[in-house]
């Protein structure tokens, strides 16, 4: 109940293409985080959000809550080769501390 | 500068050998976390602490030991290391347990 699932686990692309993540749950979220681990790096906060519906913009990152507060979207636009990494969704479900989703391994190609 | 330090950053140990990884944070967060990363298993908490004096396990306790002596301070103990501890390792702090956390650079321990 307290899983986050993440998909997809591993995207590969070619630079300048547009990028979709997401996060979903059983469990109701009041908090969803997006994460970017650089190889060799700890993970680094992209956006927070804090309302069901926010749709927040980070540069060429758009992340939005989800109306039912179950689940989260990235996306990255025009991608280029520096957007290589890891990209986890992360909140506290209700009542809880926080969970991490398994990431998605975001390779881009030249 | 606000940041999380761990160290070593890299260690390859035998099994059994105690070690400890130590964490450090100068944001002056009450809440620290330790995570290890696994392929395909994305991050799991291994223990976590309120405050100083409060630790509590967290998803994937078993083989560690930890201790908050200090606010700053938050050192994972690998008291009998084995094989399947071999791992990357995460120390995190943040405000709150609902606040952003802050990681540190991370730990590849290698336990042959």
């Known amino acids: 109940g307290q899983q986050l699932n993440q998909s997809p686990q591993s995207m590969f692309i070619q630079e300048g293409e547009d990028v979709s993540m997401n996060c979903t749950s059983s469990?109701?979220?009041?908090?969803w985080l997006w994460y970017k681990q650089d190889p060799g790096e700890g993970p680094v906060l992209l956006i927070a959000?804090?309302?069901?519906?926010e749709l927040t913009s980070n540069g060429r990152l758009t992340a939005q809550f989800g109306i039912t507060r179950k689940d989260s979207f990235l996306n990255i636009s025009a991608s280029i080769p520096s957007d290589v990494g890891i990209y986890f969704c992360?909140?506290?479900?209700?009542?809880?501390?926080?969970?991490f989703g398994a990431g998605t391994r975001l390779t881009v190609k030249p | 500068e606000a940041q999380v330090t761990q160290n070593p950053r890299y260690l390859i140990t035998v099994t059994g050998k105690k070690l400890t990884v130590t964490c450090s944070q100068n944001m002056n967060h009450e809440y620290m976390s330790w995570y290890r990363q696994d392929p395909g298993l994305g991050l799991r908490q291994i223990y976590y602490?309120?405050?100083?004096?409060?630790?509590d396990k967290g998803d994937v306790p078993e083989g560690y030991k930890v201790s908050r002596k200090e606010k700053r301070n938050f050192p994972l103990i690998l008291e009998s290391p084995s094989p399947n501890q071999t791992s990357l390792y995460f120390c995190a702090s943040s405000a709150g347990s609902h606040n952003e956390q802050f990681f540190g650079p991370g730990t590849r321990l290698t336990v042959l």
């Open positions: 469990s109701i979220f009041n908090t």
């Open positions: 959000l804090y309302k069901a519906g």
């Open positions: 992360a909140g506290p479900p209700l009542g809880n501390d926080m969970r």
């Open positions: 602490s309120m405050n100083v004096e409060v630790t």
